[in-house]
């Protein structure tokens, strides 16, 4: 049997949901085509905050891939222009490019980085418009960009049955928040979360609100903001990150999510859960516009945040159905198109000599 080793870089190992479960999925989808070609894949991850020439050499991956999750930032360049420099095919899956501008404008270094790794990898996909535009920005020709978007949509995990009694209950809102150490659009986190807690008090009166965290870090900041939301009886928070499973029921037993971290979102929206992307940076708003989603993504910096939440729970809860069938569409549209990405990749490995 061919053995083939690839070298996955993202921002992985940190117990965060989004990068962590974007792996497995690349992990698993990989292992499967393997099989059907008799094909051994071995799938190194790594955060390549030291990554040099070196690193590569021990290694000696067949493949190096830019991975979900991750971003057009330098410390996950690197490991590419070494890749290419020394004759290792590359490939970009999904990934994204994050900012705090509206026009979103690259460093020099950066710009130029990107130019060079996009120009060379073998197989390119990357998340949204915003990222699209970005690199438009930088000087990266469109036509050589497939705009894919985010692979966290083909997370597929086993369907999860509602709990027995629930539809005797109020409707339920998912809600996911957490903290980005205030390197936030608009620049207050403390605000914007007090605007959402003035929102969510007021949905407590005609919805049951489940505070779920998708990374540790967050699990304070989920339970601080359910403590000012109050309504004990209303609101039940999760102290632990869910495992995927529950993450899933998460999503099943609840009638729209709101949502702070990207990941939570483009979970929600795999799982057929309609969303409101409380878009704390760019990348959230480049996602939701990748379904055609960005009238329910509000960003930080929206002055009359806790108003635009109400509306947009209005809007989910006055058509749940059609919402949830339009999400359908544009998540099976998305998932097409990474369905050829990753047949480019692939192809890679299995195109290379014995």
């Not at 990934?95 to 705090?100: L, V, W």
């Not at 009166?205 to 989920?222: Q, T």
């Not at 309504?231 to 102290?239: C, F, L």
């Amino acid at each position: 049997m061919r053995k083939r080793r690839v070298l996955y870089i993202g921002w992985v190992g940190f117990g965060n949901h989004g990068d962590d479960l974007c792996l497995d999925i690349f992990k698993s989808r990989l292992a499967a085509a393997a099989q059907e070609h008799e094909l051994e894949i071995e799938v190194l991850a790594l955060y390549p905050s030291r990554f040099d020439e070196f690193t590569l050499a021990r290694l000696q991956p067949d493949l190096v891939v830019l991975g979900a999750g991750s971003l057009f930032e330098l410390v996950y360049l690197k490991p590419l222009i070494l890749a290419q420099q020394a004759g290792i095919p590359t490939a970009v899956w999904g990934s994204g490019y994050d900012g705090m501008q509206e026009d979103p404008v690259m460093p020099h270094d950066l710009a130029y980085a990107v130019r060079q790794v996009l120009s060379r990898a073998e197989a390119v996909g990357i998340r949204g418009p915003y990222t699209l535009r970005a690199l438009a920005n930088a000087g990266v020709p469109e036509e050589s960009i497939a705009m894919v978007g985010d692979p966290g949509l083909l997370w597929l995990a086993d369907e999860a049955a509602p709990s027995e009694g629930e539809r005797e209950q109020l409707p339920r809102l998912a809600v996911n928040w957490g903290t980005a150490y205030n390197n936030v659009l608009g620049g207050d986190e403390k605000e914007t979360a007090a605007q959402v807690a003035e929102a969510l008090f007021g949905l407590s009166s005609r919805f049951r609100l489940l505070f779920y965290p998708v990374w540790h870090r967050d699990i304070e900041p989920c339970r601080a903001l359910a403590e000012v939301v109050g309504r004990e009886r209303r609101v039940e928070v999760m102290t632990e990150v869910p495992t995927p499973q529950e993450l899933k029921a998460v999503f099943i037993g609840s009638l729209c999510s709101i949502n702070m971290k990207l990941h939570a979102s483009v979970f929600s929206a795999a799982a057929g859960c309609p969303f409101v992307s409380l878009a704390y940076r760019w990348k959230c708003v480049d996602f939701a516009q990748s379904v055609g989603w960005e009238r329910l993504a509000i960003p930080f910096s929206e002055p009359n945040l806790a108003a635009a939440l109400q509306e947009a729970i209005e809007q989910i809860t006055a058509d749940p159905q059609g919402h949830r069938h339009r999400l359908a569409q544009q998540v099976a549209a998305v998932r097409q198109r990474l369905n050829k990405l990753e047949e480019q990749i692939f192809n890679i490995l299995t195109s290379l000599p014995q």
